[in-house]
């Protein structure tokens, strides 16, 4: 019972942003939109989470459409280093249903 | 600050036997979860403890899996008897707080892979 929509696989280039989609068109209002990634033979790291608003860390930013129903994550200045499975998920408890997420490689 | 310690993080066993996973979470948070991956997927929730309460167990294999978390730090996931499809990367992760805000960030450790031959 997938909550989001993320595309299979991106490619960017080293030193540009790098902008991943995710849909989460049946979100509801308690709901919170994590990001995470998982580097190679790594556990999975938290990005970043965002209710309504817009986030920034110093990771990455977290852009919510107004109605909700999508988000984009942004890696601002991507590194070979951040290459790796990033997961979009929703949830309003303890619950983090991860899916397939999107492989996303940097190349030099 | 220390993360999530597990061990081992390589193990390989004969189906039928029997195996144990340890986990020690980040000191002071409440909330430890053990999740299941298997390569190619996304990391599927196991069972969630809060202190040394079981909250959620609902997808673990009960016949099979087992877990533990005594004295309400470290934590045991058991296999017995292991089955082929049981080959996975075994996930440990923990939170302060395990979503009671609605807000939940859970660090991971770095897992232990089992090989069910």
């Known amino acids: 019972d997938a909550k989001t929509t993320q595309p299979t696989s991106m490619d960017c280039a080293e ?72 997961y979009c998920i929703v949830s309003n408890d303890y619950k983090l249903s991860f899916g397939a997420g999107t492989t996303v490689t940097v190349r030099a | ?25 980040i000191s002071g948070h409440a909330t430890l979860y053990w999740y299941q991956q298997i390569l190619g997927q996304g990391p599927k929730l196991l069972i969630q403890f809060q202190n040394n309460g079981v909250v959620d167990d609902s997808q673990l294999p009960k016949d099979r899996f087992s877990a533990e ?9 058991k296999i017995q008897p292991a089955k082929l499809e049981d080959s996975a990367v075994y996930l440990c992760a923990s939170s302060l707080s395990g979503g009671a805000y609605g807000y939940n960030e859970q660090f991971f450790g770095p897992g232990t892979r089992l090989t069910v031959l």
């Open chain 1, 15 to 86: 030193g540009r942003a790098a902008n991943l989609p995710c849909n989460h068109s049946t979100i509801s209002g308690n709901e919170y939109v994590y990001w995470y990634r998982q580097i190679h033979s790594q556990g999975p790291q938290y990005i970043i989470h965002g209710l309504k608003n817009n986030e920034t860390n110093e990771m990455a930013s977290l852009i919510i459409t107004e109605d909700r129903k999508s988000s984009t994550l942004i890696l601002p200045h991507a590194t070979l280093r951040d290459t790796a499975v990033y």
């Open chain 2, 1 to 25: 600050e220390a993360g999530v310690a597990q061990s081992p993080r390589y193990k390989i066993i004969e189906k039928r036997q029997s195996v144990a996973f340890w986990c020690n979470p």
């Open chain 2, 69 to 77: 978390r005594l004295k309400g730090v470290d934590s045991t996931l």
